[in-house]
């Protein structure tokens, strides 16, 4: 919608001729659209398509090795009592503290620091 007169509300306004639309205006209009009703599959706003954070992977990886390594090498306990609560959301008055204690390593495990040679084991 243009406005065809000037419109001043508040101290403030528009000049005529100006466009007044909201943010779906675009993608309703009919100009330079074959169908306005038919949904634009190009069209992805919030962080799809095109624009879609390049490293979200990268990171959804990073987070999969870390939970991997911290469950296999860490074991985990309720450092206090803490009861939750569900509304609006779950949450724990305490924050739920949790003792964390590196595990002991059992058995014959080779490490990065513990490289050896093809030769010294024969």
């Not at 508040?10 to 909201?22: D, P």
């Amino acid at each position: 919608m243009s406005v065809d007169e000037e419109t001043r509300r508040g101290g403030g306004g528009s000049g005529r001729g100006c466009f007044l639309g909201g943010l779906e205006a675009g993608e309703s209009s009919s100009r330079g659209v074959a169908n306005p009703t038919t949904p634009n599959t190009h069209f992805m706003p919030f962080g799809g398509g095109p624009r879609l954070c390049a490293g979200s992977e990268l990171a959804k990886l990073e987070m999969a090795v870390f939970i991997h390594y911290l469950v296999l090498n860490f074991s985990w306990s309720l450092a206090a009592s803490d009861q939750a609560y569900a509304f609006p959301f779950v949450d724990f008055p305490k924050g739920l503290p949790v003792a964390v204690k590196r595990l002991q390593k059992t058995g014959p495990q080779n490490s990065e620091n513990d490289v050896v040679d093809r030769d010294e084991r024969e």
